[in-house]
């Protein structure tokens, strides 16, 4: 562990350590990405699979075959694959490195012409009986483990009932069916919230982006400028600007620490796993950006690979407010923010895909509306829409789609990015020039994901909202206002973790740690 001495500017220095790492983990990471196999046997199951030919098998190299075309992947950072959760895991976690591929998982009998079981219990496959509600619960209670096979969205024996309006009230609780608005009587009393999004780490590569985005001098009504929602994972992190971008009045919320593929890793995850990942990362943003656990109040899966329920069930075991990652179909008019208490009022899309399917009291979905093209395409993320060069264009988009909001039922117009999408100078311009009109706007305000869960709690008019105290950016009662200003100069910790297997750079105003903060390990200590 070291930290370097302030002789030159700290964002050069930061640029160079950055720029290691990104070396670092280019040259170690990349087995990550998935290229052609053409030496391996095809076989089309449906899952990953080791190479058949046992004398080649590894246990962290794995396979999928699509349409005769086999395409190899590997796991990072010293893990392992796992054949029957289909995941990459801990060394220690993986029993099955001899197994080629996971035999095809038996069916539980839920539907026969008799009756197998008695009232409150179903059948497995091989006939055994257990409690109904032991099916689809993450644990194997079928010695064939046939319980934990048939449990998508619309499969779950145990499938939470559709929204009761009448016992689902505000504050804590919402249904979102048809795009229904919290009660306010008229909808052009309603406020048209835009939120903006980004994910992924804070550092020298995009805090100059985003201080230009949330210039001082963009502001709201009430005078207090315009902030964003920030999804921030651990790896290549600069927790100075993370920090400051909180004390600045951003929201920060977790993101994971690793960021990890497979993207299916994180459908598949365990409850323990989840809150390795998201209540690890809690952890380190406030062990290192000075940020209190407490106000990081919401998370997003990587890759938008929600996590069954498990996921949902660490959040209320953890107390995280609200999950950003569930993607609605297209639908107008779009939908509001709605609570997990009752089953999703849309689809669960996506491939594989694994949304809840239980019930999840008080913890907010912040839905994700996709946007649409005028070439017929929707997209939830900007950098998932198709490419569009042309300025005037590109704006007509975001107009285009915020008016879809704004006409219809003003449920809150979600702006989702990566940085990488403003690497083109008429997208930048594109972006500034409508946020600029729809600032100009007397009824338009630009919110945080938390600012609209306490909007939904309490609904509150245009005529009131200027006073509205979530909003409000002089509150001396705020947290922010009670702790001491970012240092100006960092400490620029280079830093070994025995999990990853190599060198990491982390900068921080609080000391360097001992360790590499990771998933076994947040606080970075020696063990």
Avoid at 33 to 52: H, L, M, S, T
Avoid at 396 to 412: C, I, L, Q, S, V
Avoid at 466 to 492: E, G, H, L, S
């Amino acid at each position: 562990m070291w930290a370097l001495c302030p002789v030159i500017s700290s964002s050069r220095i930061w640029s160079l350590f950055l720029l290691l790492a990104i070396w670092s983990f280019t040259a170690s990471e990349a087995r990550r990405f998935k290229r052609k196999a053409i030496d391996v046997e095809c076989q089309e199951i449906g899952k990953y699979y080791r190479n058949p030919d046992v004398s080649k098998q590894n246990c962290y190299t794995y396979y999928y075959c699509l349409g005769g075309t086999v395409f190899e992947y590997s796991c990072s950072g010293g893990l392992m694959f796992d054949i029957r959760q289909q995941i990459c895991n801990f060394e220690d976690q993986v029993k099955n490195c001899n197994t080629t591929a996971e035999a095809t998982s038996p069916r539980p009998r839920l539907n026969t012409i008799e009756p197998i079981c008695p009232p409150g219990q179903l059948a497995c496959n091989g006939g055994q009986c257990i409690d109904k509600g032991q099916f689809c619960d993450g644990n194997n209670d079928c010695g064939d483990y046939s319980d934990e096979v048939v449990c998508g969205f619309n499969e779950d024996p145990n499938l939470v009932a559709t929204c009761n309006k009448t016992a689902c009230q505000l504050p804590d609780c919402f249904c979102s069916t048809g795009g229904a608005t919290p009660p306010i009587r008229d909808v052009s009393t309603i406020p048209q919230m835009i939120v903006i999004t980004f994910d992924d780490a804070i550092n020298v590569q995009n805090i100059d982006l985003y201080n230009s985005i949330f210039s001082p001098n963009r502001t709201n009504k009430n005078g207090c400028p315009i902030r964003g929602t920030f999804f921030v994972s651990h790896e290549y992190s600069n927790y100075q600007y993370v920090e400051k971008m909180w004390k600045d009045g951003h929201e920060v919320a977790s993101h994971s620490i690793t960021h990890r593929q497979p993207e299916k890793w994180w459908s598949n995850a365990s409850k323990d796993e989840y809150t390795a990942e998201f209540e690890g990362q809690r952890s380190i943003l406030s062990q290192f950006a000075n940020i209190p656990m407490s106000e990081v109040k919401g998370l997003r899966v990587p890759f938008l690979r929600p996590g069954w329920n498990a996921q949902f069930d660490m959040m209320t075991e953890s107390g995280f407010l609200y999950d950003a990652s569930l993607v609605a179909p297209p639908s107008t008019p779009p939908l509001w923010p709605y609570t997990l208490d009752y089953r999703m009022p849309h689809k669960c899309i996506g491939y594989e895909q694994k949304c809840p399917t239980r019930s999840h009291p008080g913890v907010w979905e912040m839905v994700m509306n996709q946007l649409l093209t005028k070439s017929g395409y929707y997209c939830s993320m900007i950098d998932n829409c198709p490419e569009e060069t042309n300025q005037d264009r590109m704006k007509d988009f975001f107009m285009d789609n915020f008016k879809r909001f704004y006409e219809t039922n003003r449920a809150p117009f979600g702006l989702y990015f990566h940085t990488l999408w403003f690497d083109s100078k008429s997208h930048t311009e594109a972006f500034m020039k409508f946020i600029d009109e729809a600032l100009a706007m007397p009824d338009v305000w630009v919110v945080t994901e938390w600012q609209v869960v306490e909007w939904m709690r309490d609904p509150t008019s245009l005529q009131n909202i200027a006073q509205f105290k979530p909003w409000q950016c002089n509150d001396p009662t705020d947290i922010r206002k009670m702790v001491d200003p970012v240092c100006q100069i960092p400490n620029y910790c280079h830093l070994m973790s025995p999990e990853i297997k190599g060198d990491r750079y982390m900068a921080t105003c609080n000391a360097c740690p001992s360790q590499y903060p990771y998933l076994k390990n947040p606080s970075g200590q020696d063990v």
